[in-house]
């Protein structure tokens, strides 16, 4: 009995790696080789509409509202959407207003009995825009440099480019919390990157996220999942995205920085707040999502069980570092792409590391009634 439970332990491992291999160096290495093609663009300055949902963010609009409100670029708004703000939110943006003409407020008021969630403040603020390129990113977030609304919209002169899936990563601080943060954002990010490359777009992070208003409206907006409170961005992509109007753009001028967690108790509250959109997804998304984290999960559990029960302790090695330099093969230009070049040295702590959170999360959100946002 005991040697067919080895067999079976050995041979989930084996199954696991080669399940591994497959999204490393097919799916995932597409992105690793990828050049951003902006730079063969002209760019042509199209009329935007920068949209920004706040709630609360009178420290973090003060700070970074400007970078936004000062782009090159000659044809542009910002609609900050001021939902149910209790700071003093109200105020700095009163100030923002007197200096910069092509700024404009949407003010949500507090219902004594209904939450409103971020989905219509973005649909308020949508409803604002005078364009028809919409450009989110959130009241916490800088571009690394005035030209990143050129950059993020000049896709559109293909006239079949409807979304534009954009990068933000987190600033770099000390600590195991920020390195685990950093690392979650880089995997996120080569994934619907590398998806997107294969004709599989499937999800977007609505800091640094872009598409058409009619677009939105032909497809009604957020009316299928208004009734899951996270997924303003991830579930837009996915139920309106496909492989030919959608592109990626990763240019260093495109990427929008933002402000990380730093403890774990807002951390896991700002994760948990997001659980629930994934079980939206389209149904081939979901099953090439879950063969891809059960087969990582699954690669490290059967690895650990392998090596208690001394199961062919050198080819269980073997099998360990097979993956481990496809990781170093894939990850490193990749990494580099996406600013995180410093977690090549971290990521074999990290990753399963990210992949123990992954699972936490997940049984976090079989127990857990309601999400809010903030």
């Not at 990828?34 to 760019?43: A, I, Q, V, Y």
């Not at 360990?320 to 230009?333: E, N």
Request: proline content about 3%.
């Amino acid at each position: 009995m005991d040697f067919y439970i080895n067999y079976a332990l050995f041979f989930l491992l084996q199954i696991c790696l080669i399940t591994q291999l497959y999204y490393l160096l097919v799916i995932q290495r597409k992105f690793s080789v990828f050049k951003s093609k902006t730079s063969n663009l002209n760019k042509v300055s199209y009329p935007v509409s920068v949209i920004i949902c706040a709630r609360n963010e009178a420290v973090n609009l003060q700070k970074y509202l400007p970078f936004i409100l000062e782009q090159n670029h000659p044809n542009f708004e910002v609609v900050v959407v001021n939902d149910c703000s209790y700071d003093n939110s109200e105020d700095v943006l009163k100030v923002f207003t007197e200096k910069y003409k092509h700024l404009k407020i949407v003010k949500i008021e507090e219902h004594p009995r209904f939450k409103t969630a971020k989905k219509f403040a973005a649909t308020l603020g949508i409803k604002a825009a005078l364009n028809e390129i919409i450009l989110f990113t959130d009241a916490d977030c800088k571009p690394e440099s005035e030209n990143w609304i050129i950059e993020m919209t000049a896709h559109y002169q293909n006239e079949k480019t409807e979304i534009v899936l954009g990068y933000s990563p987190y600033f770099k601080h000390k600590g195991l919390l920020n390195g685990l943060i950093r690392y979650e954002t880089f995997q996120t990010a080569l994934n619907y990157f590398s998806y997107a490359l294969n004709g599989m777009p499937y999800m977007g992070v609505g800091r640094n996220l872009s598409y058409k208003k009619s677009l939105f409206f032909k497809n009604k907006g957020f009316a299928s999942h208004m009734h899951i409170p996270s997924g303003d961005d991830d579930l837009f992509v996915n139920e309106n995205s496909n492989p030919s109007n959608t592109v990626i753009e990763v240019s260093k001028e495109s990427q929008v920085w933002s402000e990380p967690k730093l403890t774990w108790g807002s951390y896991w509250k700002q994760k948990t707040r997001h659980l629930g959109a994934g079980k939206a997804y389209k149904a081939q998304d979901k099953k090439n999502l879950t063969f891809q984290t059960g087969s990582a999960i699954g690669f490290y559990l059967f690895l650990v069980l392998c090596l208690i029960f001394k199961i062919e302790l050198l080819v269980v090695a073997i099998v360990f570092f097979i993956r481990f330099f496809a990781q170093i093969f894939v990850y490193y230009k990749a990494l580099k792409k996406l600013r995180n070049k410093d977690l090549i040295w971290w990521f074999i702590i990290l990753d399963p590391f990210y992949y123990i959170y992954l699972t936490s999360i997940n049984i976090t959100g079989v127990f857990r009634k309601k999400t809010v946002w903030k």
